[in-house]
């Protein structure tokens, strides 16, 4: 009934878009905040952004505003995160998160989490 799942994650060549989708169950989106998260290989997991329960969003990396936007469909609870201008060090695995109300950049405020979804740039 909980639970978070990502999609829309492949390979994708440097410069161009791709939209992952975060379905979420067992949480009102007009009560929680979604954040999306991303691991790249080797380093430790960051907050890219999110999308709080008033639908307001929040930068939580300087090095994606220009390139990368979030939004949701309440009427099928999913919140999506679009990345224009691939470059090869977005490659990661991508995760999303809940946590209730407004954003944060603290992953320990965030309650649930999904499996991720690898997402690949190079040539």
């Known amino acids: 009934q909980v639970h978070l799942v990502e999609s829309g994650g492949g390979w994708v060549q440097p410069g161009r878009s791709l939209r992952l989708s975060c379905a979420v169950s067992?949480?009102?989106?007009?009560?929680?905040?979604v954040g999306w998260f991303r691991q790249a290989p080797g380093k430790e997991r960051e907050g890219i952004l999110c999308?709080?329960?008033?639908?307001?969003?929040?930068y939580l990396a300087n090095s994606v505003k220009d390139r990368f936007s979030i939004s949701r469909d309440l009427t099928t609870n999913t919140v999506y995160l679009r990345m224009n201008s691939l470059k090869p060090e977005d490659t990661a695995i991508y995760y999303c998160?809940?946590?209730?109300?407004?954003?944060?950049?603290?992953?320990?405020?965030?309650?649930?989490w999904g499996q991720g979804t690898q997402v690949t740039v190079s040539s």
């Open positions: 999308i709080s329960d008033k639908s307001g969003s929040a």
């Open positions: 998160a809940t946590r209730v109300s407004y954003c944060s950049n603290r992953e320990t405020q965030y309650i649930s």
């Open positions: 067992g949480y009102d989106l007009n009560r929680y905040a």
